[in-house]
């Protein structure tokens, strides 16, 4: 069973932090890597996609690759309340779409 | 006007009907999928379709069933709902290659009773 595995949180981060957001996955030909956030009755948006290893920045956005452990990661730089909501994590592989359970952020004011 | 829409967006009914839910879109996507939320669960793939005439089953398809009319409209069929099929629902839609980008509709908060 291909898995992808995120802490469901809540992550509490002060405003004005970094907030570092992981995922894991099983499938090692997982080719495509994407993070969805979603807030509280609403349907999940696109923030990022990564498809090669490192680091891959969108305004305040990094998504990091790392193939070789299996992970990919979010930091949200300057949190803002704003970015308070759940991030979803997807993966790709086989030709199959798996998500995470997400992640709930908490930026405190 | 959104590009993804789903109806209806609430619906109550009981055990045993069997109950319809509908996407349409405007992107120009081929591909469609549907997905169910539930709380703990993350987001499932019910069924997905990459073009009208390829329709494959998800992740959870059991209890359900699809139809792919136009290439703009997806639609999701209960045949007889049951209580543990209470979840909402999304439809969501992509360009190719294969997955991509997803759109998401709103959602149809669905509960059987």
């Known amino acids: 069973q291909k898995e992808v595995e995120q802490n469901s949180g809540p992550l509490s981060v002060p405003e004005g932090a970094i907030a570092s957001l992981n995922c894991t996955y099983s499938?090692?030909?997982?080719?495509?890597f994407f993070w969805y956030r979603q807030y509280s009755g609403k349907s999940p948006e696109l923030i990022m996609s990564?498809?090669?290893?490192g680091d891959k920045e969108d305004g305040r956005f990094t998504a990091q690759l790392n193939k070789a452990s299996q992970y990919v990661s979010l930091l949200i730089r300057d949190s803002q309340p704003s970015d308070s909501a759940t991030y979803l994590c997807?993966?790709?592989?086989?030709?199959?779409?798996?998500f995470g359970k997400g992640t709930r952020l908490h930026i405190l004011p | 006007d959104a590009d993804v829409t789903q109806t209806p967006r609430n619906r109550i009914t009981k055990t045993g009907k069997r109950i319809m839910l509908e996407c349409s879109q405007t992107k120009g996507h081929d591909r469609m999928y549907w997905y169910r939320q539930d709380p703990g669960l993350g987001l499932r793939l019910i069924y997905y379709?990459?073009?009208?005439?390829?329709?494959n089953k998800g992740e959870i398809s059991d209890g359900y069933s699809v139809s792919r009319q136009a290439q703009a409209k997806f639609s999701l069929s209960l045949e007889s709902a049951i209580p543990n099929q209470t979840a909402l629902y999304f439809c969501?839609?992509?360009?190719?290659?294969?997955?991509?980008?997803?759109?998401f509709g709103p959602g149809t908060r669905l509960t059987v009773l």
């Open positions: 969501a839609t992509s360009p190719r290659p294969s997955y991509n980008t997803q759109y």
């Open positions: 379709s990459f073009d009208v005439k390829d329709i």
């Open positions: 997807a993966v790709i592989g086989d030709d199959k779409i798996i």
């Open positions: 499938d090692r030909v997982s080719q495509s």
């Open positions: 990564i498809y090669s290893n």
